[in-house]
Every structure is written in C-alpha cells, then in structure tokens.
C-alpha cells in the first residue's frame, strides 16, 4: 500500500498540471461571460455551455502525459508496473473526487449569482439534478473516465510509439464515421441516436453509461502496462 501512494504522490512533482485544467477552464469561463455580457444571451437562457470541457479535455491529456513521461521515473525508483497503475487510478480518483466537489460548490455560486451577473450556465445546464449527492457524481465519473481514457492512450504511446498512436486516432475515426455513415443510410439518426439520449436522465448520460466506458479504459490501461518497457 505504501508503494501505491508513493506512486500517486509522483502526481505532485509538477503541481503545474494540477492548475493546467483550472487555468484553461478560467480562460473559457472569462471569455463565456463577455460573450454572454456583450450579446446579452441571458434572455435567451441557453441550457448551458460546452466550456466546462474544457477542463474535461485537458485532464484527459495530462493523464497521457503522466503515463508516457512518470512512468519511466517510477520504473527508475523500482517501482512496479502495477504500483504505478494502481497509484495514478487512485490519484485520479481523488483529484475527480475535490474537482467535483469544487464544482457543485461553484454551481451553488452560479445560482446564487444568477448566472455570474450575465445569466451564464456555466457549470450548470442540462446536467443539472436535485440531489447534490448525485449532482457530484455527475460532475465525477465523466472526470474519472477521461483520466482513465488518458491514461489508456499514454500506455498505447509508450508501447507502440507514435505509429500506434496515429493508428488509434485512425481507427477511430473510421468507426465512428463508419457508424455514422450506417445510422444516415438507415435513416436511423433520430429515431436511435437523438432518441436514445433524449430518453435517458442526466444522471444515466453522465454516470452510469460513462461508468461502462471507464472500466474499458481502465482495463485496457491495465493490461497494456504490463507490457510497456521504459
């Protein structure tokens, strides 16, 4: 247990990724609310804004980042594979733990404020449930998956390189726009895809069907770690 947290403290040698997020997201929240100042959208009350992924995204590359450049410096203080796996998942875990719990408290600012004084849904919308418990989660596990999906990329990077990369990106181009291209010739955009997510509560979009995703990732980090060599 001692080799786990020493392998989650390593997070901490550059506490500059740890603000990364927050300072991205603070250039998308300051530029959200000239926006809505400027042409007055606060009459329109839009269900929200998509600058909170932005934080989302980053965290995601700082994750590939830590399992590509961390994990050779672990590995040199004798430190396992699977102490590092382990110990960057319970970070993870944590850090999603305090951003949404920071989170839920910014929202309860933004109602109190009325939107920032502009009407501004920033880290609020159409994600938004009743029960503050679950409010958290929601802003939680999609954190957590995307740590995991970055840590998953960065053990593919240092196994296969830049080649496996590329190859990644490409393949899932290809999937998706494979699938994309089906659903338009069934016709079945509306009916499945708009269909399926307009059925579904918040609380499903956000935790339990991202929860299906993480796993996946986390256990495809898993077991590619295992065979990454420094």
């Known amino acids: 247990m001692n080799r786990i947290v020493s392998a989650a403290r390593l997070h901490l040698v550059a506490p500059w990724l740890l603000l ?15 926006v809505w100042r400027l ?7 839009e269900p929200g804004t998509a600058g909170l992924a932005s934080l989302y995204l980053t965290l995601c590359i700082v994750y590939v980042q830590s399992m590509s450049a961390l994990l050779p410096f672990a590995m040199g203080l004798s430190l396992t594979r699977r102490s590092f796996y382990l110990g960057t998942a319970l970070f993870a ?11 839920h408290g910014l929202l309860l600012v933004e109602r109190a404020t009325d939107g920032w004084g502009v009407g501004l849904p920033f880290f609020g919308g159409f994600w938004v449930v009743d029960n503050p418990i679950l409010q958290v989660l929601v802003y939680v596990v999609p954190l957590l998956v995307l740590a995991f999906l970055g840590m998953a990329v960065g053990v593919m990077y240092k196994r296969f390189g830049s080649l496996g990369l590329y190859a990644l ?5 290809l999937g998706f726009g494979g699938l994309g291209v089906l659903l338009a010739w069934q016709e079945g955009w509306r009916e499945t895809v708009f269909g399926f997510f307009t059925g579904q509560s918040a609380v499903a979009l956000f935790t339990g069907w991202p929860l299906l995703l993480g796993v996946l990732f986390a256990a495809a980090a898993y077991l590619g770690i295992r065979r990454v060599v420094p």
């Open 20 to 34: 990364l997020p927050w300072a991205i997201m603070g250039s998308s929240f300051f530029i959200n609310v000239l």
């Open 39 to 45: 042409a007055d959208m606060a009459e329109g009350r």
């Open 93 to 103: 875990g944590l850090q999603s733990l305090v951003y949404g719990v920071l989170f």
């Open 169 to 173: 990106i490409i393949g899932t181009i």
